[in-house]
């Protein structure tokens, strides 16, 4: 995506609200992922980014995407790229969730607002209220785990 002045912060806002996701994710054994990434076992990986998702967010809001990608070179860290796509009403966000050993990020692709506002403020507050309507707990949203 052509970063924008809004962009980092629709990030930021979209990294605080996946972040317990992300952290589910985090648990699974890196080189499981790297292998179903592999060797294209992407209905397994749905399936374990759906039961990541589903015990933070309704039904439907953080699905696996098209694909990922990943890492792994001699003496170095393993890296996992996963493609979601990030559904709350209103709003439809293709991202890039990257999990790593200590910390996890998240880089958006394409933003897709049902019902644009010509204020781009506007646009980025709604996204925010959208995906704390979207979670089964309402409090504060927390950063991406370090």
């Not at 890196?30 to 209905?43: K, P, T, V």
């Not at 009403?89 to 019902?115: N, P």
Request: glycine share 6%; net charge negative.
């Amino acid at each position: 995506m052509k970063k924008c002045p809004y962009s980092s912060q629709r990030e930021r806002i979209l990294a605080e609200a996946i972040s317990p996701v992300a952290t589910e994710l985090r648990l699974l054994d890196a080189a499981d992922l790297i292998s179903l990434l592999r060797f294209e076992y992407y209905g397994s990986i749905a399936d374990l980014v759906t039961s990541a998702a589903e015990l933070f967010f309704h039904p439907g809001t953080v699905n696996f995407g098209l694909g990922g990608n990943y890492t792994l070179e001699w003496g170095g860290k393993p890296e996992v790229v996963l493609d979601l796509e990030i559904k709350p009403r209103g709003v439809t966000v293709y991202a890039q969730l990257t999990l790593a050993e200590h910390h996890a990020g998240i880089d958006i692709s394409h933003i897709a607002f049902q019902e644009p506002s010509a204020d781009p403020d506007e646009n980025t507050a709604f996204l925010e209220r959208s995906l704390r309507e979207s979670r089964y707990n309402t409090r504060p949203l927390q950063a991406l785990a370090g």
